[in-house]
Every structure is written in structure tokens, then in C-alpha cells.
């Protein structure tokens, strides 16, 4: 018995297998030339602008952004091939991650024209990079007791407080800024939280470096001290700033990079194990399971952000802009969107996922091919 929480993203598609060979190939290229050696967590230790611009100038950033923005149109599903594989391969792309999957979403579904049309193309371009505003000391997972406060003044905000664990700041242009922009009130923790685009280079903004157990910097602690933020530049709605931060998060927490972060590491282990110079270990294929699991979770999500139907799933039930269902049972999804009654499993309009089997040893695990493979050529795609 299958057991069904992620509707089936579609139909294998030609044209995303003919994309993720192409960006194969021009990976292996740039292993090759020197460009870069490939890494663990790279989406956000691994800064390169010089590789970042490259690969916009392919098409490959921005590439859901609207064209009239700079972008270049194309669908979650088609960023979804392209991330996979920077992923797998380890592949210096911090320098736009947080801009091309958080920032430029937040900017197209809350931010005003002015806004859009000052950072988009920029972001397309590979030119403008992003940071994260949230955590702060006390606050990370609680982001309703953030203690930034926001003040209003004439012709705009002044921000004061302290973010902590911003990867990338001492390199980024911005971030949007979680502050309190009216009195807590007790009984409604959420209320009263605004975002701001805080530019980093503006006075009163002040980034320490946070160096992590190996010495490596890309983590910091940002100290916003009466920083001015002009009217212009408050994000959304002033006092909906849960709302869309939660948004937000939603986009960041979606993709693979944290499940890919170390594929690498795996598909050596995989390797090794294959040619009989590793230990014979089922955990090995343990993971590899997983990881095949999580692909197919990430790209049926990504397939809904972009519409995908097929002969079993005519309608889209989920949008990336609506509150992700939280599933009480298997069986049981609940806090749908309200604007459509979800269907239920067993119904015409719910898709089951293909079914796994989880390899038992390394000598199967490594006759095993994932979609998300390394650009080494010997890790096919079956399923695109």
C-alpha cells in the first residue's frame, strides 16, 4: 500500500531532460576550465559574482522572474532542473541563491512597481545580491519575539536592532528586515510586524563577522543603529510583515539545497562502495533512498508552482503564493487553501507518486541513477 502526501509533479518532459543535460554539460566544462572545484553547502559559503553572472547570462538566474522584470519567464519547474544540478555538483552559486529564490518571489507578490522594477533586472542579472533579515539573538525559530524595532519618522522608518546568523551579508546589497513596527501586544504575538528593504551599505548598518568551527566566514551579525529606511522601500503592508515573511520562508524552505547540500559526499560514498573500496553498509542505501524520496517531493512541488497538469491531476491544487497544507495524517491533508476544496486521496485529481524501493547495499545503490546527479555524466535522468 503507497501512501500518497505529494501530487505526482506530471508526465516525463523532453525538453527538462534536454535542460538538465545542457547545464550538465556546461558544468563539466567549468570543472574542467578551473573555474570552480566543487564544494559542500556552496549556496552559501561559496561566493563567486564572476560564476553567478556567467550563468545569468544563460538564462539560468531569474529565470522565473517575469521578462517585462528582466527575467526570463520560465516555469518552477525549469529552475527546479537547473538548482538541482548547481546543487549536485557543488557549485559556487551564494552570491544570487537568496535573490533568485526568495527575495525576487517576495518582490513580484508584495513589493510595489517602483520596487520591482528597481531590483528584478538587476537580480536577473546577476548584478544585485540578497540577504536574509530574520533571526536575531533569542529569536530564530520564534520570529514573532523579534526585538528590531521600526519607528516611524517623517518620510519613512528608522530601524534599530541586531540580526545574527546573515549568510552573506559582508557581500550582499539588502535584505528585507523582520521588525516590530507597533507595541506587542500579548495576545497577538503576530501583529504589528512590518518588513523593510534595508540597504546595507546605508549608515548606521554595521556587519561583524561570525566565523564558523572551521574558520570559514559566511555567516555574520548585522547592527541596524537608527538606520533610515524611506517610505518607498517598506515592503507590502505596514503591521502584515507575518504574513509575509511567512511567505517568505515558504520559498526557502521548499527547494533542495538542504537535502543536496552534501550530494557530493553521497555520490562519492556511492562510488566507492560500488567498486568494493568501501565497506559493504545498507545505511548507503538508506540514503540514497532518501534522497530519491526528497527529488520527488521537491519536484512535485516545484510542478505545482508551475502549473503542471496532467491527464490525473487537470486542476492546480496548490500555488506556491498560498499556505502549504499541513497533514495530520497521511491521508488526511488539512489547512488547505480555501479558495478550492483539495481532493482527497482516491480521487480523479490526485496523483500518486511512482513508487520506491529503497536499494539494500551499496553494490545496489550504485546501480541506482537519481535525477539529481553529479555533471560527471555517469548519473542518468530517467524520470524528466
Same mark, same amino acid.
Given at each position: ?13 523532453? !525538453? ?19 573555474? &570552480?572545484?566543487?564544494?559542500? +553547502? ?71 512597481? *517602483?520596487?520591482?522594477?528597481? &531590483? ?30 521600526? @519607528?516611524?519618522? +517623517?518620510?519613512? /522608518? ?6 545574527? /546568523?546573515? !549568510? ?5 546589497? =539588502? &535584505? ?37 568551527? !572551521?574558520? *570559514? ?5 548585522? @547592527? ?37 547540500? #552534501? ?22 542505501? =538508506? ?13 512535485? @512541488? ?14 492546480? /491544487? ?19 487553501? #480555501? ?7 482516491? !480521487? ?11 536499494? +539494500? ?24
Amino acid at each position: 500500500m503507497r501512501t500518497s502526501l505529494v501530487p505526482s509533479a506530471g508526465a516525463p518532459d523532453p !525538453s527538462l531532460a534536454a535542460l538538465r543535460a545542457e547545464v550538465r554539460a556546461f558544468l563539466r566544462e567549468q570543472i574542467d576550465a578551473g573555474v &570552480f572545484t566543487p564544494g559542500v +553547502d556552496t549556496w552559501l559559503a561559496r561566493w563567486n559574482t564572476d560564476f553567478t553572472k556567467a550563468l545569468a547570462a544563460r538564462g539560468w538566474v531569474g529565470m522565473t522572474i517575469p521578462t517585462e522584470y528582466g527575467g526570463h519567464g520560465r516555469t518552477f519547474m525549469e529552475r527546479f532542473v537547473v538548482t538541482e544540478e548547481l546543487l549536485a555538483v557543488g557549485a559556487p552559486v551564494a552570491a544570487q541563491w537568496v535573490a533568485d529564490r526568495q527575495a525576487a518571489p517576495s518582490l513580484l507578490k508584495y513589493g510595489t512597481e *517602483e520596487q520591482k522594477r528597481r &531590483f528584478l533586472p538587476g537580480i536577473a542579472r546577476g548584478e544585485i545580491c540578497w540577504a536574509i533579515g530574520m533571526s536575531e539573538p533569542e529569536s530564530g525559530s520564534d520570529l514573532a519575539s523579534v526585538k528590531t524595532r521600526a @519607528v516611524e519618522v +517623517d518620510g519613512g /522608518w528608522r530601524i534599530t536592532g541586531t540580526k545574527l /546568523w546573515t !549568510s552573506g551579508a559582508h557581500h550582499a546589497d =539588502a &535584505f528585507f528586515a523582520l521588525a516590530r513596527s507597533a507595541p506587542l501586544d500579548p495576545a497577538h504575538r503576530h501583529a504589528g510586524l512590518s518588513q523593510f528593504i534595508v540597504l546595507l551599505d546605508s549608515p548606521g548598518v554595521e556587519i561583524r563577522p561570525v566565523l564558523s568551527m !572551521s574558520g *570559514e566566514h559566511h555567516f555574520n551579525e548585522v @547592527v541596524l543603529d537608527d538606520v533610515f529606511v524611506p517610505d518607498d522601500l517598506v515592503l507590502g503592508t505596514v503591521g502584515d510583515g507575518w504574513a509575509q515573511v511567512t511567505s517568505e520562508l515558504g520559498y526557502e524552505r521548499s527547494g533542495p539545497e538542504r537535502f543536496m547540500s #552534501t550530494f557530493g559526499v553521497l555520490a562519492g560514498a556511492v562510488d566507492e562502495a560500488g567498486a568494493g573500496r568501501l565497506p559493504a553498509d545498507p545505511r548507503i542505501g =538508506a540514503f540514497v533512498g532518501r534522497i530519491f524520496g526528497l527529488h520527488h517531493m521537491s519536484r512535485g @512541488v516545484s510542478g505545482h508552482c508551475s502549473g503542471t497538469r496532467t491527464r490525473r491531476s487537470p486542476r492546480r /491544487w496548490s500555488r506556491c503564493s498560498a499556505p502549504r497544507p499541513r497533514a495530520t495524517s497521511p491521508t488526511s491533508p488539512t489547512n488547505w487553501p #480555501t479558495r478550492a476544496t483539495p481532493p482527497g486521496r482516491g !480521487s480523479p485529481n490526485w496523483s500518486e507518486p511512482a513508487s520506491c524501493s529503497v536499494p +539494500d547495499s551499496p553494490s545496489e545503490a550504485a546501480r541506482v541513477r537519481f535525477c539529481a546527479g553529479s555533471s560527471r555524466g555517469d548519473w542518468g535522468c530517467a524520470d524528466e
